[in-house]
């Protein structure tokens, strides 16, 4: 029978990627409030920020990474692939009506 | 929310938990299947009403009265939406899909039976919720199956854009829930449930494109669900998601700042995997047919599986192409045009290997193998439009016209109908248990077969002479006139394919009670559902769990005993 | 005879030899919470997308002071820690431990629905300053204000805003609910009622859950339906796989919260 406690991994280490996760959450919040970046980069640093907190969730609270390569593999390139070409073609759009003028 | 997975283990006693409440597969795809059936005839009769507008506009007809021209945009809006949801989606996959997706890959059950109960009755009850959207004030809505923003987002845009068009998004909105309730336990039935010895690359050609038309429903009706909620929104809290700054009948709406090409973008996002997840399954069923009644293995196995699969993979990045007349960023459609005809590619192969297959067989010209053939035929005369219309350049003369109604209806709706057609006469005996007639199966498909090319064929040439998409009233326009010959044609050749189906209902209903009994393997196929006895029994293989040795296609083996080796044959019997 | 088979084909894949070793090496509950979690993320992606496609052209309004700023972070932790206690939650199941199943579920819930009441007390609170569409029930301080002339000038902002944060609130109580029926079964179905009922009569008609707790009712009759079907104890893996959905819920906060909140934030 397929068991998830099998794994080598103790309690702790979720305490501590909750602790990641709360202090990755203030790092946000205080860029939030600082503004030390222009307006885009700051949607970029929130955005890896936010990357890197989903992985952890994924990876540790959902205990993607202990489960098999293919799985991982497969569910992750299908959502994220999705995801980039939606990017690549939505957003020319988005900015061309910006340049166009249409509101 | 996923309902936790185990079987029932018993066969259900009582009317009600036994063929309503079904948690059988077997149950549950026929439920489907006549499902489809039901909004089938609803389609093919809106169809007929417009086509009996076109010629005839101001006919008044028994039991509908005059067809106002309004009334022409909701025929053609409810007849696009249920053929597409109702039927190419649900008889393929949800009806033949959940009925023979277990028995083919040897398990006794769908991975979650009270999912795919509740899959079912939630399409049923989408079903019901389009029905209605006929009888509410102001009538069916007039935005095309499309749904296209700001005309499906305004309530005031016309007299079916009230309640009408709430209840149809709401009834996509329910069957998206459902269809991705459905694709899940596809995918976990074939990831989990294969019998031993049922490797992926031993699976049906069947089974592939269930499994490949699940991946492309998961992935794509989630995002034409979130899409639907915003629309809902637009239409009843106010927001401007979709609708820019507007002005209907003199008075400007209460909205502004919308972009109606966002909700094209959502739309087609789904939109053109869905044309895929109608034609997938068909493409798998011929595959199986072809090599049945060919008596030869499939050409190219291998070859097929991955055309399929890159077919899904390119589904989802060419949506663009049903939007060149958007305004859409011209850098973004040249992509689109490339990789829409990077899909001609796998299309070519599939129909090389087809060919090949039936290249120096042994052909039988039972019903299953004539639409088998006729699915090849419309496969490719419906497809080779495709490269024109992805032209950019091409596709803006082409576009809102009737060429495009051809080119679609060919491909996507014909060949699937012929997809779930061949698929019907192939497994009625073992769904069944009783044969159907070959004499008129064999006549219903030479009337279909050439029906449909006479109503479709034609709007080739009408799209070229640039006669137009969605207008009720050609009559009226002094230099269309000129064409109304060929829609006259067209509408005749409708009333003789429609009542061809009459054919084929008698046929279905007669020998579901009256046909010849069925042998267990009639067609003398290899695949699993063979092995079994006709109907399957509950469990589907009476307590054991098949143990499988051989490929799906082993026909016309050297050596054999007989010209075909079952898949449950014990290994010694050929080399492999 | 039959029935070994069918309890191990789709339960279990423990027997060796009647099946082939399934591709994704879990057991089918699990990767059919995976796909649909797969599914639900591009149904929150297409919304983000939404968001980030009305954004990109529109003068942006960045209205959230420090209050409603620690308010979000407040429900931020609340569900980082309610994922914490989803993993000891299925740690306790693993074990056998019922009791501690059952209190860490509880404490999952505890989280969970603190989120929802101060994401609803939020709303509440601008909904009343004026942040608002035209469907919601406006109360009368709505009227002006800089947060209604936000609303006026920027309607996309309200509406992006309401409409995430909607659908990640009714995922939220959907999960709720889903631990509360693994957790106490058909035991929780009257809370969920007297909660709905309640609901309904206790929050006054200008205010928009008034409406909204019907989505309770929605997930009573769903649960009910599924209790009746499927009448069971659920197990470590029936634990393992609500964790699974609840962890979801909480990662599509962690991109809703800084694209929503922290990207318009007013420093005064």
Known sequence: MHDVAKHDDSKAQYFWVWGALLVLTAVEVVLGYKQIFEPVRMLEALLVLSVIKSALIIGYFMHLKFETAIMRWLLVTAVVGCFIIMYFFFFPDAGRILNLGVH | MATPASVHAHAPQGFIRKYIFSLDHKVIGIQYFFLALT?????????????????????????????QPETYLSLLTM???????????????GGFGNYFLPIQIGAPDMAFPVLNMLSFWTTFVGFVVI???????????????????????????GPGEQLGADLWITSIAIFCIASLLGALNFLTTTLDMRAKGMTMMRMPLTCWSWFITAILGLLAFGVLLSAGILLLMDRNLGTSFYVPLVVVNGQVMGHKGGSPLLWQHLFWFFGHPEVYIAILPGMGVTSQILSTFSRKPIFGYRAMVYAMLSIGFFGFMVWGHHMFMSGMSPYSAFAFSILTMCIGVPSAIKTFNWLGTMYKGRIRFSTPMLYAIGFVSLFVSGGLSGPFLAQPVLDIQLHDTYFVVGHFHLIMGVAAIFGIFAATY???????????????????????????????????????????????QFTEVAYQTKLLPLQTFMTYAAFITIAAQLIFVINLFWSMFKGPKASDNPWESTTLEWTTSTPPPHDNFGGVTPVVHHGPYEYGVPGAAKDYVMQTDPATSTAH | ?????????????????????????????????????????LTFGALLFAF?????????????????????????????????????????????????????????????TAFIVLHGMEWTKLIGEGLTIPGFPKPASAAAGELADVSKNVPQFPATFFGLTAMHML????????????????????????????????????????YGVHALGLGLLVAAIILFLKPKDYDAHDVEVAGLYWHFVDLVWMFIFPLVYLMSTRIS
């Open chain 2, 426 to 472: 192939y497994w009625f005996p073992k769904m069944f248990g009783r044969m159907m007639n070959e004499t008129w199966g064999k006549l219903h498909f030479f009337l279909t077969l050439a029906g449909t090319y006479a109503i479709f064929m034609p709007m080739h040439y009408l799209g070229m002479a640039g006669q137009t998409r969605r207008y009720s």
């Open chain 2, 131 to 157: 029905i209605c959207a006929f009888f509410v004030t102001g009538g069916a809505p007039l935005h095309g199956w499309t749904g296209y923003a700001p005309l499906s987002a305004l309530p005031s845009a």
């Open chain 3, 1 to 41: 005879m039959s029935n070994a088979t069918l309890e191990h084909g789709a339960v279990e894949h423990g027997m060796p030899g009647a099946y082939e070793a399934p591709l994704f090496g879990a057991y089918s509950k699990k990767v059919g919470m995976w796909l649909f979690l797969a599914s639900d993320s």
């Open chain 2, 39 to 67: 909004a089938v005839f609803v389609g093919m009769f809106l169809s007929l009403l417009m086509r009996i507008h076109l010629i005839w506009p101001t006919a008044s007809l028994p039991l509908v009265g005059t067809i």
């Open chain 2, 79 to 93: 007849h696009g939406t249920i053929m597409v949801f109702f039927v190419l989606t649900t008889a393929p996959q």
């Open chain 3, 52 to 112: 980030s496609y009305n954004r990109i052209y529109t003068a942006w309004p960045t209205p959230f002071h420090a209050a409603s700023i620690a308010n979000a972070t407040i429900m931020t932790a609340c569900l980082l820690s309610s994922s914490l206690t989803m993993v000891m939650a299925v740690f306790a199941a693993q074990r056998g431990d019922r009791a501690w199943t059952r209190n860490w579920l509880l404490a999952t819930m505890v989280f969970g």
């Open chain 3, 171 to 210: 995922h939220v109580t959907i999960g709720v609910i889903y631990l509360g029926v693994v957790a106490f079964r058909k035991w929780f179905l009257p809370v969920l009622g007297v909660l709905w009922i309640a609901g309904y009569f206790l929050i006054p008609s200008d205010n928009v859950f008034h």
